[in-house]
C-alpha cells in the first residue's frame, strides 16, 4: 500500500511538472534536433492511454504524434490486443533506443523519461488513462461547437455495453483516470455511470477532472463517490467577466461556476485536492480580460493556463481565424495585444502559465 502510494505522488509530481513546463518546453523545442530531448525512453507509451471519440486509442496525445498514428479501437478490438499490439510495441522498441521519430518534437510537452530502467510489468496495463471519447455535453463554447451535444440512446447503448467492459479492464492496473476533454463527464449520463462502475472496481484511483465547471459542486462529487479521489481540476472558463463569458461559452453561468472553484479553492486548501487549473483561450473576444484571468487565479490560488484559439472545424468560428487571432502579427490587434502581454502580472509563475508563442511576445 505504501508503495502504491509513492507511485501516485511521484506520477502526480511528473504531471505538476509537466503543467507548468508543457509550453516552456513548447517554446524551446525545434524541428528534427533529437538532442532536444532528454536522451531517455519517454514513459507515455509505457504507461498510459488516451481513448478519444470514435473508441479510437493513442498512447499520447494525438496532436503530438506524427501522422495522428492511433494504436487501435477500443469498439472493435480488446484491451489487451490493443496495449500489447503492434503499434504500441513498435513505439516501445524505438523508445528503448531513444528514437523519437514518430513524435512531433516541435509541439511535444509530455515527454517524461525514465529515470532508471523501464519495468518489466508495462504490459499488465497502462498506469494511467484517459477517457475522453463521450462528446456530450450542455455547452456550445464558440471555439469547440455551434449545438449542444446529447448522445443518442443508441450511442449510449454502445458505450455502456461495449466501451465500458473493456474500459473497465484497462483500468485494471491504472492509478491514475483522466475526465474527460472531449465532452463534460458530469452532464454525461453514460459518464457519470462510467465513473461509479470505475470506483468499483479501482476505489483508491486517482482522478483528473477536466470540466465546463458547471456541475463541478459537493453534491455530483459525493453522488459519483469521488470526492476523496481528486488529484486536481481543469476548468474552461476563458472569461474573467460574466458578459464575456456569455459570449464564448453561450450561457449565463459565470457565477455559479465560480462558486464551485471557490469551493475547489478551499479544497485545495484543506489539502483535498492538489491542484487548480483554470483554462483561457485567447482571442478577439476575451483578450483584453488576460491580466484580470491572472488576478482571478491568484484569488482562487489556482494556475490560468493560456492558449491560443485553434481554428477547430467543430465550429463556424474557425472560417473567421484572421479575425479572431490577435496574436498573430498581420491582425490589426496585435500591437496591443503585445501590449497586454507585457503587464508584469503574467510573470506570476505560481499562477500562470503561458503557451509558448506567448512567452516569446512576453518577453519581446
Not at 262 to 290: A, C, D, P, R, T
Request: include cysteine; aromatic fraction near 12%; charge should be positive.
Amino acid at each position: 500500500m505504501k508503495e502504491n502510494k509513492k507511485d501516485i505522488k511521484t506520477i502526480f509530481q511528473e504531471y505538476k511538472k509537466i503543467l507548468l513546463n508543457f509550453f516552456t518546453k513548447k517554446a524551446s523545442l525545434k524541428n528534427n534536433n533529437k538532442h532536444n530531448f532528454d536522451m531517455r525512453p519517454c514513459k507515455m507509451p509505457f504507461e498510459r492511454i488516451e481513448i478519444y471519440p470514435g473508441g479510437i486509442i493513442y498512447p499520447c496525445c494525438p496532436d503530438f504524434l506524427k501522422n495522428r498514428q492511433s494504436a487501435g479501437n477500443i469498439g472493435t478490438q480488446d484491451f489487451e490486443e490493443i496495449w500489447n499490439g503492434k503499434v504500441f510495441k513498435d513505439i516501445r522498441k524505438k523508445l528503448k533506443k531513444c528514437d523519437f521519430s514518430f513524435c512531433r518534437r516541435e509541439l511535444c510537452g509530455e515527454y517524461v523519461p525514465y529515470e532508471g530502467k523501464i519495468p518489466k510489468d508495462y504490459k499488465k496495463g497502462p498506469k494511467e488513462i484517459k477517457i475522453s471519447y463521450d462528446k456530450e455535453c450542455n455547452y456550445k463554447c464558440i471555439t469547440c461547437r455551434d449545438e449542444i451535444i446529447v448522445n443518442s440512446p443508441e450511442m449510449t447503448e454502445v458505450y455502456n455495453n461495449v466501451y465500458l467492459p473493456k474500459v473497465l479492464k484497462a483500468v485494471n492496473n491504472a492509478d491514475i483516470l483522466t475526465l474527460a476533454g472531449s465532452g463534460d463527464p458530469f452532464y454525461s449520463k453514460h459518464s457519470r455511470h462510467l465513473i461509479k462502475e470505475i470506483m468499483k472496481v479501482r476505489p483508491n484511483i486517482k482522478i483528473r477532472i477536466n470540466s465546463n465547471g458547471y456541475f463541478l459542486n459537493e453534491e455530483m462529487l459525493t453522488e459519483l463517490g469521488i470526492q476523496n479521489n481528486i488529484l486536481g481540476v481543469i476548468v474552461s472558463v476563458d472569461a474573467a467577466s460574466r458578459e464575456t463569458y456569455k459570449r464564448i461559452l453561450r450561457t449565463d453561468a459565470f457565477d455559479r461556476v465560480i462558486k464551485n472553484l471557490e469551493l475547489m479553492s478551499e479544497w485545495k486548501k484543506q489539502g483535498k485536492i492538489e491542484w487548480i487549473v483554470i483554462n483561457f483561450v485567447i482571442h478577439l473576444i476575451n483578450y483584453k480580460e488576460m491580466p484580470e484571468f491572472v488576478k482571478l487565479a491568484q484569488r482562487l490560488d489556482a494556475i490560468a493556463f493560456f492558449s491560443t484559439y485553434r481554428p477547430w472545424q467543430s465550429s463556424e468560428l474557425y472560417k473567421k481565424y484572421d479575425e479572431m487571432a490577435v496574436f498573430e502579427q498581420q491582425n490589426e490587434h496585435y500591437e496591443e495585444f503585445v501590449e497586454i502581454m507585457h503587464n508584469p502580472i503574467f510573470q506570476d509563475k505560481r499562477h500562470c502559465v503561458l503557451e509558448g508563442k506567448l512567452i516569446k511576445i512576453a518577453q519581446s
